[in-house]
């Protein structure tokens, strides 16, 4: 049975041969080194002025208790209270929307699905919205952003859910077009509350949110959204041969000794929680779950045991990059962190879809 739930490599006759695989433990462990180099990085640089031995020095007595002088405690805290904080944020947010990708995308059987072809970050910008332009749970202080932000997300998927449902179960037809249908629903509320509110500085804050931004990243943000993608991955890597299956059709995985609608509701429910978790701390950033996965099964082929394996690492360190640009490029003034994953992943995405060997959705 092992077997037979390993994905299908894909080769049409006479056509390209399929692109190798690389070996796994080699990449997860460049993979790993060059997160931890790029998390390095991501608290070095910066428009302040910082010098690398300061950076180094102050997470060691960041991360082991030590002392610094009192004329550092404004360096200090632009590195352990700013930098670092943001930089993990960034790791967290990647490597979830990465995951997330992966799962939705067998879960519709979809090449072109990402974590918000469901509606869930459009959700989850109607309260985020609700408390930048309005004020709203303004009693909940520095969590009324995310909180709003998560139950938005919560009710759109539950929203979702009651529309797409059907007595036959969940259908990956009519998932993608309601989540979509869903999606420019809550956009235009979005959009209708930016228009209305009176305060400039807040719609540009709103936009700023809606466009994906890790400026707002605290240590409270950080164990939250970690905790909701090391459990949603941890779930998607004991559901890999499920996910194999379901990839195949629903045929062919009820065959296998697969129930597809039950594994759909549950992948829904990973997916949309997930998905609300990390946009209600980063705001809405496209392109990751939609580019990652495609380029770690061009690595390590279709299944899914080694595509989640890969795909969190190699997420994470794209959106730490991405993140160091936004802050870099035109600083001090930040860009927006969807302006730059859309940037690099529109032709990144032409190139693999015009690479002879990969079709999309398969191997």
């Not at 993608?229 to 004991?238: E, F, I, R, S």
């Not at 997916?271 to 770690?296: D, E, K, N, Y």
Request: charged share 10%.
């Amino acid at each position: 049975m092992a077997t037979l739930l390993k994905a299908p490599v894909s080769r049409a006759p006479g056509g390209p041969p399929p692109p190798r695989r690389l070996p796994l433990p080699p990449l997860l462990g460049g993979l790993g080194a060059a997160l931890l180099v790029s998390l390095v990085c991501a608290v070095g640089l910066g428009s302040a002025g910082v010098t690398w031995g300061e950076t180094l020095r102050f997470l060691r007595a960041g991360l082991t208790g030590g002392t610094i002088a009192p004329d550092e405690v404004s360096a200090y805290a632009i590195v352990w209270e700013l930098r670092f904080p943001r930089a993990l944020l960034a790791a967290v947010v990647g490597a979830g929307l990465s995951a997330i990708g992966v799962a939705v995308q067998a879960m519709v059987r979809n090449a072109l699905a990402d974590p918000f072809v469901l509606g869930i970050s459009s959700g989850a910008a109607v309260g985020a919205n609700a408390v930048l332009l309005f004020g709203a749970l303004g009693s909940l202080g520095v969590w009324a952003l995310s909180g709003a932000a998560f139950a938005s997300a919560l009710a759109a998927m539950l929203l979702v859910y009651l529309a797409a449902r059907t007595p036959q179960g969940l259908t990956p037809l009519r998932l993608v077009l309601t989540g979509s249908a869903m999606y420019y629903g809550f956009s235009a509320v979005t959009t209708l509350m930016v228009f209305s509110a009176d305060r400039g500085e807040a719609a540009r804050s709103a936009m700023m949110w809606l466009l994906g931004s890790l400026g707002g990243a605290t240590w409270a943000s950080v164990p939250i959204a970690a905790a909701a993608v090391l459990a949603g991955l941890g779930y998607l890597l004991w559901s890999a041969r499920g996910l194999n299956a379901l990839a195949m059709g629903d045929e062919t995985a009820a065959a296998l000794g697969v129930d597809p609608d039950r594994l759909r509701r549950r992948l829904f429910v990973v997916a949309a929680a997930v998905t609300g978790a990390v946009v209600a701390v980063s705001g809405a950033i496209g392109f990751v779950g939609l580019m990652v996965p495609h380029i770690t099964r061009m690595l390590v082929g279709a299944d899914h045991r080694r595509v989640l394996a890969v795909a969190p690492l190699l997420g994470a360190v794209l959106l730490v990059w991405v993140d160091i640009v936004s802050r870099l490029l035109l600083a001090p003034v930040e860009l927006p962190v969807g302006v730059i994953t859309a940037i690099i992943g529109v032709p990144c995405f032409v190139l693999l879809m015009r690479r002879r060997g990969y079709s999309f959705g398969g191997s």
